[in-house]
Each structure stands twice: as C-alpha cells, then as structure tokens.
C-alpha cells in the first residue's frame, strides 16, 4: 500500500524497460563515418575519442538500467507486499465463523505467496549477495508463525461453537431450574438446598462463558465441578419419588456440561488460549514486518548512493561527448563541416543537447522534467532509459520524505519543505506541535491496527484544517507537526490552535470502537522565538510537552521559561548524578507511631541532598528530574542499602521491634528486578525481611498492572510489607486492592491537615479508613500536626501515624535517642 501511494502520477517503471539493452544500431554510426570520410586525421582522432565517451555514457546508463533499477523496484515491491501482508492478517484475527476465517485466510495465504515472491526476485538479483541479508530467514519465520495464528484461530472457532452448543443444554438447566423454584412452598429442606447448589453451579457455568480472564474460567469451572460432587452426594438424602429421579437426571445433564468431552469451562479455556496465541503470534509478525521495512529503507539509501553517482558520472560523459562531437565537426573540411553540422550538429549534438539539459534538472530535483523521445536509434533508446530512471526516482523521493501509513511527510521530508517554505517566503511562520494524550493505552487496550486506524485519521483531520501554503507532518507515533507561513499574529496562530483541537476532538470511530481524543497543542513562532528551523522545533516540542504535563490547558505558546526551565532541570540532572557518586544525599527519619497506645512501632527513610553550593533542595525539585533521567535507579539503590544499614546498626544497639519503610518509584518497579535488588540489600546487611516496608504510589497500576502485580508479589513472598502512599490522590479504582498484595494504606498528608476544618475531608479520611480494613489493610496517616487530628483518627479506628506532632524527619543519632524516650506511649486502650 506504501509504494502504490508514492508513486501515485508516477509510471510503472517495469512497464517501459521491455528488457532492453544497450545495442548499437547501424543508424547513426553509418552517417557518422559517411560524414567524417573527409576530415583530417586529427579530426579522425578527436572523432574517435567523442565516440568512445560516448560509449562510456551508454554503458553508464545500461549499469543504472540494468543492474541499480531492478533492484530499487524489487525491494520497493518487497515493503508493498510486506504492508499487504499485515493489511490482511488483521481482518482474519477478526473474523467469528470458520467460513469467514477461510476467506480471510485466503487472502492472508495470497500475500503470503506474494512476499515469498519478492523476496525470491530479490534473491535473484545481479547483487542479491550485498543486498538479501536475512529475507529469506525472516520470510520463512513469517510463514512458520502464520501457521501458528492459523491453528489457533481453527482452535479458538471450534471451541467457541462448542461453547455455544454447550450454552443451549445450559440455558435448558436453567429453564428447568425456574421450574422446580416455582414449587419451593412444597419442597423439603433437602430439596430446597439441592435447588441452592443447582443454582450455584450454573450461575458458575454462565459466569465462565463470560469471563475473559483464563485464570477466572479455570477457577469457575473447578467450583462448579465440586458443588456438582455435593449436588451428586445430596441426591439419596432427597425424598424418594419423581423428585429425587429428576435430581439425579439433573445432576446427569449438568455433569455433561461440567466434566464432559465438551465441557464449557475446558472450552471457554480453549477459546482464550488459543486468542491469546494468535494475538501475541501477530505481534510477532508485526515486529518481523518492521525488520523487513528497516532493512528496505536501509537498501535504498545505499542504492540511492550509488545511483546519483552513476547519474552525474553519465551526465558529464554526455556532456564530453556532445564537446568532442562539436570538435570533430569544426576541424574538417568546409564541406565535410556542412555535412556534420546539417547531421552532427542538428540530429545528434542537438538532440544530446536537450537530453543533457533533461538530465541537470532532474539531478537538480526537478523529477517532473519532460524527456524528449524522437527517433529510434541510440539516442533515443538512452531517453527512454533516463525516463525509467526519473520514474524511479520518483518513487524513492517518495517513500524517502512520506509518512506510509498517514501519507504525510515524515521528519526528513518536513524539515526539508521546512526549510524551503522558511527561506522562500519571508514572512512571520508558526510551527505546531500536536501530540495526543494516552495514545499508548488505545494501542494496549484495541490494538495496534486500531491506533493505526486512528493516526490515519487524525491525518485526515488536520489536512481540513491546513491551507494552501501550509504543510503537515507525522514526525512519529502520536507527534505530529503543522507549519503554517502568513502575516498572522498570536491571536490567530491561538485560533489556529483551537480549531485543531476542536478538529481532533471528536470522537473517532474504527470498528466497533468508539475513541477520545485528548489533543495537547505546542507552538512557537519564527523569527521571534527561535532564528532557524532546529531552535523552532524545540521550542514548540517544548512547549507541547508543557501542554501535555498541564491537563488543564492542553495548549501552550513557547515561553522562555520553559527553555530555563529545562536548563534547570539538566542542572539539577547532572548535579544529582554528581552528588550520588559523592556522598551529598543523606537519610532522615519520621517516626511512624501506633495511635492507640503511643508505641513506636518503625519509621520512614526520606532522602535529602544538601548541594555543595546552593545548600539543601527540596524533593520536590530533583525527585522529579530524577525519574525522568533515570537517575532514580542509582538513587532508589543508594536510599535501600543506606536504610538497611543504619536499621542494622539500631538493631545491635537494642531497637529490634521495628520496621522501616522506603518509597519506591513506578519507574523502578518497571525498569528493575525489584525483588532481587532488595533481597541482594537484605543479604549484605544481614536483616529479616520483615523489618522492611515499601512504599509505592497508585499511579504504578496505571501503567501496566499485571508487571506491577508480578513485581509486587516477588517482593510480598520474601515478607517485606507493602503499602500504598498517597491514597486516594491518583488512580481512582479500588478492584486493584484486591488483586494486589498490599496490606497497609496511607492517607495522604493534604486530606489531614484540614481533617477538623473542612467536613469533606473528615469524611473522606473516614472512607478510606473503613475501606482499608474492610479489605483487611492496617491505615497510616500522614501529616498528623495537631492533637486534634490525633483525636479525630484515634476515634475513627487508624491504626497508625506520622507527622509533626509526633517529630520531624530526624538525623539517626536524634531519632536513636527519641525512639528510647517513646514520649507519646500512653496506657493500652482496651
């Protein structure tokens, strides 16, 4: 699909090739004797010395014909099949019926068979041994887990029909099941729990047809297959009479359902492991396809190369030729002179004339200059070589400046027609750029065909918004870029923002999906903001991101503050690093309390750093910076090994009974081995596991739940505690609290301070409280400042605090001494 829209206008260069070959006719060569019959020896010479540049000139073209062209348009042919392939295979992941699937998959079957093809032209070429690398491995990998989607797409198709035939005897127990409720004012008290468990374990079975987590179906199918056991056991205790043998033929045709050749749960099981193979073999395919695409780009800047040397090398032999052949016709004779002239000057050097001057343009760029084709003979054949040629490089200028998948320009292309629009207009020009908000989650969660669906459309959309002049851009996945050249000031570069955003806004529909677009809008102005190309894409790329981070505003104008702000930030980014590797950070410790009785029961390790120069930083300021350099692996490292070794010189001065708790950034649960940094730490410095409580925010299960599960659970099987900060502050589902293995909330600092001023607070403190014990959680508070906050937590039931009325993050030696004084322990309250 690629290579059809890049060369849209353009001539199937295949179509004039013919497999034609240099060859020279008797033509030109006869008169070209005939007219030199009466020159000079020396004319004679200069004559032979013009016919042989010339020749080289042919042979140059016959190399660019022969041996460069056939290899650009089999490797473009190879991209147009690997797209075709994953245009197709797609549709045939979607398909619900096995006769669907088997149209589909014919056409999975046809691209296929085609990509095996170009893939063989390739192989066949004169440099097949520079150019195929690894084509035929990825081809055959190709085919190998295509078979694999196919089996798991049959496997999930005949489980899903088994499904819904075994849905029908299901539907019939439960008809029957109503039934029997209608009689419950005459039944036994066995009877009646007989009916209880029928009910149980279709309710079971209809749960599982539902669920689309395996582990669920599995568990589901289990449960139902013991009540069944007990429903089985029940029978004899039943009243004898039809009753009971209904009982026993109910239990019958449930136990079919449950344990059965066909069984639902096995089925439903079936359908989700075989949906799950096929999807993750499509990936795979998908990640195939992209080294295909690499590699074919790569191809074609190197033939590239050597395709414009082979250009110029033809340009200047023609050029030599056309001088040398004008020599030979002035050094002879006055006739001989009138001879060549009438032929020489006007049928050839005339002719190689218009030719050379074709061929200057079309090396200048100019790929729509007309090539002049009179004649049969040489001549003519090598314009119908140079036409092939432009064609073909018409195509490669394409596919080398054009977005395949929007067909806007990618990041070569704009900045090039960028920089041409910059130069030849003059005028005040604004550069936007758009970027859409959790793109990434729309591709996890429907799909990559629907993201690619999706940034098809918003390609549509903004080419509406965009006018004559002005020229659009996808730079990469979700980054797109509009330059717009007009004598517009900032409200109307504003106005401009804002149609794009209303533009964008919409919902798009693909499928039977329906998707929001979340549009955040950078832009900057030339020459006022930046004075060249590069310094205006930063700026805009700056101020897009500053529009991302702030979801009240998604459109931002550049400020110098945002580029100070980001020096400010590589500052402190190269500082940190520095202070790490030398020792400028230290720990503090808060002490975390038991409400009711006042006992120190452990503390938290916060980090400080006191910089050389500008004196202590704030958290605020680098812990940021440092997740987002990746500085807070080093960091996070130094803060556990730092922790386990002071809580391990407490211990061997008398302080065993407590725990100390670390925070841990989202970034380290998804870029570390967690569990096995923090068991290397334990080991190191000798400590139990149960000494240690890690703290992580909500906003790690909006990423990837399932890898944070994963992480956390490694860490809960060594004994560590984990506990939730900040809660209620960020992700807004309470289903993860019981998926994950936390066992301690904290109510986050800003909900307490005002806990006895503002009654919403009050209230909200109160629900998270009840929340974590009804999912058996302790509850820590932060912030506690006052006895009045005290009061309030102790008598809603919080089991544990921090804050300034107990103490301020101490140094160690101060936290050792207050830790032996437990000033707050009162009386245990019964």
Not at 415 to 420: G, L, Q, V
Not at 719 to 738: E, H, P, R
Request: aromatic letters at 6%.
């Amino acid at each position: 699909m690629t290579a059809k829209a890049g060369a849209s206008g353009v001539r199937d260069p295949l179509s004039s090739m013919e497999d034609e070959e240099p060859r020279f006719r008797f033509g030109i060569g006869a008169r070209l004797w005939t007219a030199f019959l009466t020159i000079t020896l020396l004319s004679g010479v200069v004559a032979g010395i013009a016919f042989h540049s010339y020749g080289q000139a042919t042979t140059t073209l016959a190399v660019i014909t022969q041996k460069r062209l056939p290899g650009i348009l089999a490797i473009a042919r190879l991209a147009e099949d690997s797209n075709g392939l994953l245009t197709a295979l797609p549709n045939a992941l979607l398909v619900r019926d096995a006769n669907t699937l088997a149209d589909r998959w014919r056409e999975v079957a046809l691209a296929e068979g085609r990509l095996h093809d170009a893939v063989r032209v390739v192989a066949s070429l004169p440099d097949a041994d520079n150019w195929f690398g690894g084509f035929s491995e990825l081809s055959g990998r190709i085919s190998a887990i295509l078979q694999v989607i196919l089996s798991a797409l049959q496997a999930n198709q005949e489980a899903q029909r088994l499904v819904a035939a075994e849905s029908v005897q299901l539907g019939i127990l439960q008809q029957e099941y109503r039934l029997m409720l209608n009689e419950e004012a005459g039944l036994a008290p066995a009877e009646i729990r007989f009916l209880v468990m029928a009910n149980e374990a279709t309710s079971m079975l209809g749960e599982s047809l539902v669920s689309p987590d395996l582990n669920r179906v599995t568990a589901l199918n289990q449960r139902a297959h013991e009540v069944l056991e007990r429903m089985r056991a029940a029978v004899p205790d039943l009243p004898a009479g039809p009753r009971r043998e209904a009982a026993a033929g109910y239990c019958t045709r449930l136990g079919a359902l449950v344990d059965g050749p066909a069984a639902l749960g096995r089925q439903r099981a079936l359908a989700l492991k075989a949906a799950t193979v096929a999807t993750t073999q499509f990936d795979q395919v998908r990640t195939l396809a992209d080294q295909f695409n690499a590699r074919v780009q790569g191809m074609l800047a190197g033939i590239k190369v050597g395709v414009d040397a082979d250009r110029l090398n033809a340009e200047r032999q023609l050029r030599v030729s056309k001088m040398l052949i004008t020599l030979a016709g002035t050094a002879g004779l006055l006739i001989a002179v009138l001879v060549a002239w009438l032929y020489v000057g006007r049928g050839i050097v005339g002719r190689l004339n218009r030719l050379s001057a074709s061929m200057r343009r079309i090396a200048g760029g100019q790929l729509n200059t007309p090539i002049p084709m009179m004649g049969d003979d040489e001549i003519a054949g090598m314009a119908r070589s140079l036409s092939v040629f432009r064609d073909a490089m018409a195509r490669i200028d394409y596919l080398a400046s054009n977005d395949p998948l929007t067909h806007l320009f990618n990041r070569h292309g704009f900045h090039a027609a960028a920089a041409r629009l910059l130069a030849d207009s003059g005028r005040r020009a604004f550069l936007y750029r758009v970027n859409l908000r959790r793109f990434k989650d729309v591709n996890q969660t429907f799909g990559y065909h629907t993201g690619d669906s999706l940034l098809a459309e918003v390609a549509s959309r903004l080419r509406q918004v965009i006018r004559g002049e002005d020229i659009a851009a996808r730079l990469g996945a979700d980054d797109f870029a509009l330059m717009t050249v007009d004598d517009l000031d900032t409200e109307a570069a504003w106005r401009v923002c804002e149609d794009i955003r209303d533009a964008l806004s919409l919902p798009v529909v693909v499928g039977h999906v329906s998707v929001d677009l979340h549009p955040c809008i950078g832009f900057a102005c030339w020459p006022a903001d930046a004075p060249d190309l590069v310094s205006l894409e930063r700026c805009a790329e700056l101020a897009a991101q500053r529009a991302k981070d702030d979801t009240g505003n998604p459109i931002q104008r550049f400020e110098l503050s945002m580029a100070e702000d980001m020096e400010a930030s590589a500052r402190v980014r190269q500082d940190l690093r520095a202070g790490i590797e030398c020792g400028d950070l230290h720990l503090l410790y808060q002490p975390k309390v038991a409400l009711r009785s006042g006992r120190l029961v452990g503390m938290e390790a916060l980090v400080r750093w006191d910089h050389p120069r500008h004196g202590r930083i704030s958290p605020d300021r680098f812990i940021p910076v440092a997740e987002s350099s990746g500085l807070i692996i080093p960091l996070g490292e130094w803060v556990l090994r730092e922790c386990c070794r002071q809580m391990q010189v407490w211990r061997a001065a008398g302080l065993t009974d407590l725990r100390v708790s670390i925070n841990m950034s989202p970034v380290q649960v998804f870029s570390q081995d967690v569990a096995s940094m923090v068991a290397a730490a334990l080991v190191e410095t000798d400590l139990p596991p149960e000494v240690l409580e890690v703290e992580i925010t909500e906003g790690v299960f909006v990423h990837d739940e399932d890898r944070a599960r994963q992480q956390l659970e490694g860490l809960r099987d060594m004994g560590i505690a984990l506990s939730i900060d900040d809660f209620g502050t960020g992700y807004s589902a309470l289903s993860y609290l019981k998926r994950l293995p936390v066992s301690i909330l904290k109510i986050d600092q800003s909900f307490v301070r005002e806990i006895t001023t503002k009654p919403e607070n009050a209230r909200l403190c109160r629900a998270i409280i009840g929340v974590g014990h009804d999912f058996g959680l302790d509850v820590v508070a932060e912030g506690i400042e006052t006895a009045d906050h005290l009061a309030f937590l102790r008598s809603e039931g919080c089991d544990y605090g921090q804050g300034y009325h107990f103490a301020k993050p101490l140094e160690p030696d101060a936290f050792f001494e207050l830790a032996k004084a437990q000033p707050w322990l009162i009386r245990e309250v019964p």
